[in-house]
């Protein structure tokens, strides 16, 4: 499986951009690049995923780096209720390969 | 669709218990997962089926824990007998075949005293 690494915890402002950054260096070609997020005391619910080009839709925008080795999860103005864990994580294509695991994320604090 | 059902909510047992958690998929999903989550280990993946069929079980922790998938609308997580290392929150999570979103059940909290 893939390894990916994340900072341990980010903090921001109300209003504010957040850019939340992941290293995927072991990626293989055909993975995806999936983003969660969970809330306290809530399960993880989907944010965006990408492949070779940068994604948007309402919730965030996902950045990937030409080399696929990393990749960042933007979200344009940060709320209170962004405040989550944020998981990046490949996911396999093809075949039937599609397990979806989780690492330890970056614990998002959104200060007032 | 009411999305991923998980029940019970929350359960407490008693050591050499077995406990039976259960998980309804939303509709029409191919893919089904069952994760473990612990302050100490994080999200951790146990077992995950596609079209019925157990796929990858590498993450199930021992013999004592089992999962079925009867058909496409039903999976259970069995833990017999059950142990206090085994307390935390258990998810399931579906999602269609392929690399499409996967949807997470609220979660079934178990303690195992």
């Known amino acids: 499986d893939a390894k990916t690494t994340q900072p341990n915890s980010m903090e921001s402002n109300e209003e504010e951009p957040v850019h939340l950054p992941c290293n995927h260096s072991t990626i293989s070609g055909t993975d995806y690049i999936h983003w969660y997020r969970q809330l306290p005391s809530q399960g993880p619910e989907y944010v965006i995923h990408?492949?070779?080009s940068n994604v948007n839709n309402r919730m965030a925008s996902l950045a990937i780096a030409e080399d696929r080795k990393s990749s960042t999860l933007i979200l344009h103005r940060a709320t209170l209720r962004d405040a989550a864990v944020y998981y990046c994580t490949p996911r396999g294509s093809g075949g039937s390969n599609y397990k979806l695991t989780f690492g330890k994320g970056t614990l998002l604090t959104v200060n007032p | 669709d009411a999305g991923v059902i998980q029940s019970p909510r929350h359960e407490v047992t008693e050591m050499g218990q077995e406990v039976t958690l259960r998980c309804k998929p939303i509709?029409?999903?191919?893919?089904l997962f069952w994760y473990r989550q612990t302050m100490m280990r994080g999200l951790e993946l146990l077992i995950y089926?596609?079209?019925?069929?157990?796929?990858?079980d590498s993450g199930m922790p021992e013999d004592r824990f089992s999962a079925k998938m009867p058909n496409a609308s039903f999976s259970t997580l069995k833990i017999q007998p059950s142990e206090p290392r085994d307390s935390a929150v258990y998810f399931c999570?579906?999602?269609?075949?392929?690399?499409?979103?996967?949807?997470f059940g609220q979660g079934t909290r178990l303690t195992v005293v």
């Open positions: 509709s029409g999903h191919n893919s």
């Open positions: 999570a579906s999602s269609l075949k392929g690399n499409t979103e996967a949807f």
């Open positions: 990408g492949l070779t």
């Open positions: 089926f596609n079209n019925n069929v157990p796929i990858d």
